[in-house]
């Protein structure tokens, strides 16, 4: 079952009516100022669970003076120019720049006959791929910086954006495991591209808590659990142990990464599912959907090469 996707569209040339839906869409008072010259304000929006992908066209030149977001909003501009002043740091970005948003920071700044899309995203989907034990206290991992690291960062951030609002703008299927994978990816490709601080160091206990029967006991919920959006702090969770215990677990006992051998669990049973299914009722795509597996062609690609088959061949051979 695919999880609900909401899509928005907004467009007015009425200035008060702009002003208020920018408060309502980014719940929080922008008081903005200035002028739409004549020209119409739009914006689109496509979420689902914690992640959300929007286009914003604010024509001539407005300011703003803003509240605190509750969620952390990943702006990228394609047309005209963006300042923002966020938590005391200075930002200008044009087309191809990158702006980050911290939830619980003012911020101040203006725009510039802007066209920007934007990733906002849930701070708890941060804080699960950053190895946050589920019973910790919230804002242990904090981003310390508003642009990237560097460039090949920025680059590597603006290529996976771009798969995800393919992914949520396109016609397929949103499930619940490709919603929870794409917020997991841009998660953690957030925590890889941006500056940041983790407030939960490694304990030497994670290591001694990597036993065997800690790792058959994570198998079995994965096992069962492999068709549930399941991220490793749930894993970390049924043991109960932290989230790098997991991880030194299947290192020591596995050569592998929990999420890496999730992987295969759920390309098992999509490969399974293949071989019992009815070609003239579902299909491929359908069946990778349902599996987590967002991309056809990837899916396709890593099907064939661990079975050996294309799975539209394994498909058409279903009985």
């Known amino acids: 079952m695919a999880r609900e996707v909401a899509r928005t569209c907004f467009a007015t040339r009425d200035q008060e009516e702009a002003r208020g839906f920018l408060d309502r869409a980014y719940g929080t008072s922008l008081r903005a100022r200035g002028e739409l010259a004549g020209r119409s304000l739009r914006h689109e929006r496509v979420s689902v669970g914690a992640l959300a992908w929007e286009e914003l066209v604010v024509p001539g030149e407005l300011s703003y003076a803003c509240d605190p977001l509750d969620r952390i909003v990943f702006s990228m501009p394609t047309e005209g120019l963006l300042d923002l002043e966020i938590a005391g740091q200075a930002n200008r970005a044009g087309r191809g ?3 980050l948003n911290t939830p619980g920071a003012s911020f101040r700044g ?3 006959d802007l066209t920007t899309e934007a990733i906002t995203l849930d701070p708890t989907a941060v804080e699960k791929v950053a190895l946050m034990p589920l019973d910790e206290h919230k804002g242990k991992v904090g981003f310390t910086g508003t642009r990237p690291v560097n460039t090949g960062e920025a680059r590597r951030w603006l290529a996976t954006t771009a798969y995800v609002r393919d992914v949520l703008t396109g016609p397929g299927a949103v499930t619940p495991l490709v919603a929870g994978e794409l917020a997991r990816l841009v998660a953690a490709t957030a925590l890889a591209a941006f ?3 983790r407030g939960f160091p490694a ?3 994670d290591r001694n808590d990597a036993t065997g029967d800690t790792f058959r006991r994570v198998l079995e919920f994965i096992e069962d659990n492999a068709h549930r959006d399941i991220s490793i702090a749930d894993i970390a969770a049924s043991v109960p142990i932290t989230p790098r215990a997991v991880q030194y677990a299947f290192a020591r006992h596995a050569n592998t990464t929990p999420l890496a051998h999730l992987r295969r669990v759920r390309l098992a049973r999509a490969h399974a599912e293949l071989r019992a299914a009815d070609p003239l ?3 491929v795509t359908a069946i990778a959907a349902k599996w987590g597996f967002a991309h ?3 899916f396709a690609t890593l099907h064939r ?3 050996g088959v ?3 061949t394994l498909l058409r051979q279903a009985v």
């Open 195 to 197: 500056p940041h601080h």
């Open 97 to 99: 720049g990158i702006v």
């Open 110 to 112: 203006s725009s510039s």
């Open 296 to 298: 056809p062609g990837r």
């Open 203 to 205: 304990r030497a206990a």
């Open 305 to 307: 090469t661990t079975y």
């Open 281 to 283: 009722t579902t299909t």
């Open 310 to 312: 294309a799975p539209s």
